[in-house]
């Protein structure tokens, strides 16, 4: 059983590595928003996480896990599997800590990903199919040459460093009621969670998923670890089944206090009202914690919430079609 204090102390642990390190992670601004609050009558403060280095949270849980590898492991090197916001996290992490990275990568990534993944200095490595073909082969071969395969979820550093997001909340609002996460794998949500429960038990963690790929929300309602058919999101960054053994389910189990699903127009809409309301973009997965915060709030009238703006790393064809 994964206990909330020890995530906790974790992310406390979290928290001190990066104080020593030269490239820490952003303490990135919490704001009210007048606009929703009046819309949803709840008191909603905006987590400004697209403004995180490499443009998603992933930065924290990345580095954290970096820094946490012993010195041997760091010259080993270290390898992930990713072409978006984890690829991107892991380079610049392994750039600030001088650690040899690999990043393998599906042969249809693209080609703007991959120039940004590359001028960070890792080394890319391109497989034939799919993200899962490129996640397979990249822990195979960690395993074969005694390397460090950096999971963008399903371990524990990893969580603990998304969770110093929680960290900040309570210093910057320490009269919080709840949160809003859009959630993929669980090592955002389970992070930010398991601080906020072990400081706060009685604040509100609401997960948000798209209907079209509700994966970790489905396994919580059958009680283990299930495959789900999904089917094409706006939210590609929280799109994608849980693995059999990943760490963050438990973690979710105890956390999440409601789940809300919501449909692509309402993960649309709130991406293009940010953009013209807030002159903001934020990617697909924050539209996700947006809309749902929007369709739930009714319930939490008058309360302080807090809603995780996780990315805002959005191809420019994407955001195109969403204008026009």
């Known amino acids: 059983m994964n206990s909330l204090k020890g995530i906790s102390q974790n992310v406390l642990a979290a928290v001190e590595r990066f104080s020593h390190c030269p490239t820490p992670p952003h303490r990135t601004l919490l704001e009210r928003n007048n606009r929703l609050s009046e819309l949803t009558g709840m008191q909603v403060f905006l987590k400004h996480e697209q403004m995180q280095l490499t443009g998603s949270f992933k930065y924290r849980g990345a580095l954290n896990c970096i820094l946490s590898l012993s010195s041997t492991e ?25 650690v040899p990275l690999t990043v393998y990568v599906p042969e249809n990534a ?12 890792a080394t890319i490595k391109k497989v034939a199919g799919d993200c899962l073909n490129a996640e397979t082969e990249a822990r195979m071969e960690a395993t074969k040459q005694g390397k460090t395969y950096i999971s963008p979820y399903n371990n524990h550093s990893v969580m603990a460093g998304q969770g110093t997001i929680g960290v900040e909340l309570l210093t910057q609002l320490p009269e919080l009621d709840a949160v809003f996460i859009a959630v993929g794998g669980g090592g955002l949500i389970g992070g930010v969670g398991a601080l906020l429960k072990a400081k706060r038990p009685d604040i ?10 509700p994966a970790m929300a489905r396994c919580l309602e059958a009680g283990q670890i299930i495959q789900v058919d999904e089917s094409p999101t706006l939210s590609d960054g929280t799109a994608g089944n849980v693995e059999d053994n990943a760490i963050t389910f438990e973690v979710c189990q105890q956390v999440i206090d409601e789940k809300v699903l919501v449909t692509e127009n309402e993960i649309r809409n709130q991406m293009l009202d940010m953009l013209k309301n807030e002159q903001l973009v934020v990617e697909g997965a924050a539209g996700v914690a947006l809309a749902g915060a929007i369709k739930y709030g009714s319930a939490l009238k008058g309360k302080n919430v807090a809603i995780i703006l996780c990315g805002r790393n959005i191809a420019y064809e994407t955001l195109f079609s969403i204008i026009t």
Do not use: D, E, Y
Request: proline content about 2%; overall charge positive.
């Open 204 to 213: 509100k963690v609401i997960g948000c998923w798209p209907s079209n790929s």
């Open 110 to 121: 693209s080609a703007l990903k991959l120039k940004k993944i590359g001028s960070l200095g």
């Open 74 to 98: 760091r010259a080993a090197g270290a390898l992930t599997a990713s072409s978006g916001n984890h690829g991107m996290a892991c380079a610049m992490a392994a750039k600030a800590a001088s």
